[in-house]
């Protein structure tokens, strides 16, 4: 298969708190993953994408000092979501796509459900 | 560019009758199209895609899609629903090249399965 796993799936926290969720695919190498972004009953919003040992790009409107990627390694991509406040309160999910695999499918993580009271 | 339009927010079937989500797609080169579902509070799992090859597309499940260039069409259809089919889909279109595979989502169809 091709897994991809989400942590924390659940995080409640104060205003003001920085939130690190993380991306790990376990099964294959990811030279790029993607964070997205999922208010309820709404789509997904492609927040960045985040390539392995470089930069990653962010989307028009997406703030990049408020969302810090960083993709270190093959196989583990973080979010930091900073000085969060209720606003940044939404369902983040995180997809990989197959090293050598540009033609093919990205595999989504389970999410995670950010609350900031 | 390239944009997904699903023509229903929301679909309710009786267990054991046909589904039918309806997707159409805008683009201005020849297309890859996926159908993910999505269940509560989880992630998106992938049901089937199109990259070109054969037009009816068989995916997980028993779901199946067909691909019309004709119409713009990648519609979504099951013989038979089972209560556990109750969930989000999405239609979603990309472009290979340029680097990017960025997906363009749908705004999503919710699907109900009543006994």
């Known amino acids: 298969g091709a897994v991809v796993s989400q942590h924390p799936s659940w995080v409640i926290c104060k205003s003001g708190t920085s939130v690190k969720i993380e991306c790990r695919s376990l099964?294959?190498?990811?030279?790029?993953m993607f964070w997205y972004r999922q208010f309820p009953k709404q789509s997904l919003m492609l927040m960045a994408t985040?390539?392995?040992?470089?930069?990653?790009?962010?989307e028009q409107g997406v703030e990049k000092d408020k969302f810090l990627i960083n993709h270190a390694s093959l196989t583990l991509s973080t979010l930091t979501v900073t000085s969060a406040h209720p606003e940044d309160s939404s369902f983040y999910i995180c997809?990989?796509?197959?090293?050598?695999?540009?033609?093919?499918?990205?595999?989504f993580g389970d999410g995670t459900r950010l609350s900031i009271l | 560019a390239q944009s997904v339009t699903q023509l229903d927010s929301h679909v309710s079937v009786s267990e054991g009758t046909p589904v039918l989500l309806r997707c159409n797609y805008s683009?201005?080169?020849?297309?890859?199209l996926f159908w993910y579902v999505q269940h509560p509070n989880k992630g998106l799992q992938l049901l089937l895609k199109?990259?070109?090859?054969a037009t009816l597309v068989k995916g997980i499940n028993g779901f199946e899609a067909e691909f019309k260039k004709s119409e713009t069409s990648f519609h979504l259809t099951k013989p038979s629903a089972h209560m556990s089919d109750a969930a989000e889909y999405f239609c979603?279109?990309?472009?290979w090249g340029g680097g990017g595979n960025k997906l363009t989502f749908g705004t999503g169809t919710q699907l109900k399965v009543e006994l």
């Open positions: 997809s990989a796509r197959k090293r050598g695999q540009v033609n093919q499918p990205q595999h």
């Open positions: 099964d294959f190498q990811a030279t790029t």
């Open positions: 985040s390539n392995e040992g470089s930069k990653a790009t962010y």
């Open positions: 683009s201005s080169y020849s297309p890859s």
């Open positions: 199109y990259t070109s090859a």
């Open positions: 979603v279109v990309t472009l």
